[in-house]
């Protein structure tokens, strides 16, 4: 059993930060990928950044350039900074992990960006 448990969401301005957390605890693979989704009312779900194991990290265009994502594997855990934020980012952001070992993906239970104004 894996759990994700994220944090930092919250309400900024336009041009405000945010930085988002995500710690894994459980069993699984240290050959992962851990990844942020976002979700906006009305859209489906899209694939934010995602950062693997050998440190390979992509990133949507949308938020190339603003949001970095980076992990802490002694604490497993993953983060996003998001700076410049825009109101076209709202959305519920969660968090994932795929174990490239046994094939399995996970998600958190999601954490609310709101960017307003």
């Known amino acids: 059993q894996v759990l994700l448990v994220e944090s930092g969401g919250g309400m900024v301005q336009p041009g405000g930060s945010l930085t988002l957390s995500c710690a894994a605890s459980?069993?699984?693979?240290?050959?992962?990928?851990m990844n942020w989704y976002r979700q906006a009312p009305g859209k489906e779900r899209e694939l934010v950044a995602s950062?693997?194991?050998?440190?390979?990290?992509n990133y949507a265009d949308s938020v190339q350039g603003r949001f970095t994502i980076s992990r802490n594997n002694a604490k497993n855990t993953v983060y996003l900074q998001m700076n410049s934020l825009k109101p076209d980012d709202t959305a519920v952001y969660y968090c994932?992990?795929?174990?490239?070992?046994?094939?399995?993906?996970?998600w958190g239970q999601g954490t609310q960006v709101t960017v307003s104004s």
């Open positions: 994932n992990m795929q174990d490239l070992w046994n094939g399995r993906g996970y």
């Open positions: 459980g069993t699984f693979s240290t050959i992962n990928s």
């Open positions: 950062i693997n194991s050998g440190a390979n990290i």
